[in-house]
C-alpha cells in the first residue's frame, strides 16, 4: 500500500550513502531516486543508467515511465 512505500522510500533514503542497497521494484517511483538502474528482459541485461538517461535511451524503460504516469 501506499503508506508502507512512502516508509519504505524514507527508510532508504536515511541509508543512502552508506549501504549499497539492491532493490527490486516493479513501481518506478520506489527507485526514481537511485544512482542506477538495471533493466532486465527475459532475464537478461537490456540497459544500464540512471532514471532520466533511460526515459531516453530506453524505449522500454521510456514506456513503463509513460505508462505509470510518472513524466
Known sequence: DSETE???QSNIES???Q????IIAH????IK????????QKGRI?????YHELI??????GRMVE???LN
Do not use: E, M, P
Request: glycine share 6%.
Open 15 to 17: 541509508l543512502h550513502g
Open 33 to 40: 531516486n537511485v544512482n542506477k538502474i538495471v533493466v532486465l
Open 67 to 69: 505508462i505509470q504516469n
Open 56 to 61: 531516453t535511451a530506453s524505449n522500454s524503460f
Open 19 to 22: 549501504y549499497t542497497i539492491l
Open 6 to 8: 512512502k516508509q519504505i
Open 27 to 30: 513501481r518506478l517511483s520506489t
Open 46 to 50: 537490456k540497459d544500464i543508467g540512471s
